[in-house]
């Protein structure tokens, strides 16, 4: 099956800063790699995601690059803000998958401070 | 609108007893999935079921089981429970694997066997 590794645990930057999460699967036929964010608390919410046929993918601060080749992908955010503050998830899904199933990675505490 | 809804929000039980979670969602979504998310954060799926199949993670003991009375709820059953079954466990939805891949979940429940 497949496997997600994720570094770092956790993360520090100071307001403004950028931020960079790196995820590594292990099944070269995963398709479909999100990104989830969980505030304290709370429930995952999808922030982006990415299809294995596109390399990179911006939405405002938040981007996402895809090394299939490498089979590794990473989170980026710029200009990082208080309340991106959370804990971040990456998840792969095999293409192969009948039930959608994701698999995702042991999580990025991130902390902005102000 | 709730989206996902689970209940109850918290359980306290002693060990031995069985228990059930109860999930709901009003999406209109296909597929609906369990996740156990343990004290250090880490997300594991355990069910993804549509209203054709269950797939079950092999690493899910058979002490639990999902049971769908209808196409928006998907209820979690806990049979023995174990000190090690402390959890907070998420309930997600999402369309089917070829559409939209976003899932969404619920604010999951938090479950304590003493």
């Known amino acids: 099956g497949e496997n997600v590794e994720q570094h770092p645990s956790t993360l520090s930057v100071q307001e403004g800063d950028s931020a960079v999460i790196k995820c590594t699967y292990s099944?070269?036929?995963?398709?479909?790699f999100p990104w989830y964010k969980q505030e304290l608390g709370k429930r995952p919410q999808l922030i982006i995601d990415?299809?294995?046929?596109?390399g990179e993918k911006k939405d405002q601060r938040i981007a996402v690059t895809l090394n299939k080749t490498a089979k590794h992908f990473s989170l980026h955010i710029t200009e990082t803000q208080p309340e991106d503050s959370a804990v971040y998830f990456c998840a792969a899904r095999e293409a192969n998958n009948a039930g959608n199933m994701l698999t995702f990675g042991g999580g990025t505490r991130l902390m902005v401070k102000p | 609108d709730t989206a996902v809804s689970q209940t109850p929000k918290y359980l306290v039980t002693q060990m031995g007893n069985d228990k059930s979670i109860k999930c709901e969602q009003n999406?209109?979504?296909?597929?609906m999935y369990w996740y156990k998310q343990d004290s250090k954060k880490f997300l594991k799926i355990m069910f993804s079921y549509n209203n054709k199949e269950l797939i079950i993670n092999e690493t899910v003991p058979n002490r639990f089981s999902p049971k769908s009375p209808d196409k928006a709820h998907l209820n979690l059953h806990i049979n023995s429970l174990e000190l090690g079954d402390s959890a907070v466990y998420f309930c997600?939805?999402?369309?089917?694997?070829?559409?939209?891949?976003?899932?969404?979940f619920g604010p999951g429940t938090r479950l304590t066997v003493l």
């Open positions: 997600a939805s999402s369309l089917p694997s070829l559409a939209r891949n976003e899932q969404f």
């Open positions: 099944d070269s036929a995963s398709n479909y």
């Open positions: 999406l209109g979504h296909d597929t």
């Open positions: 990415i299809r294995s046929n596109v």
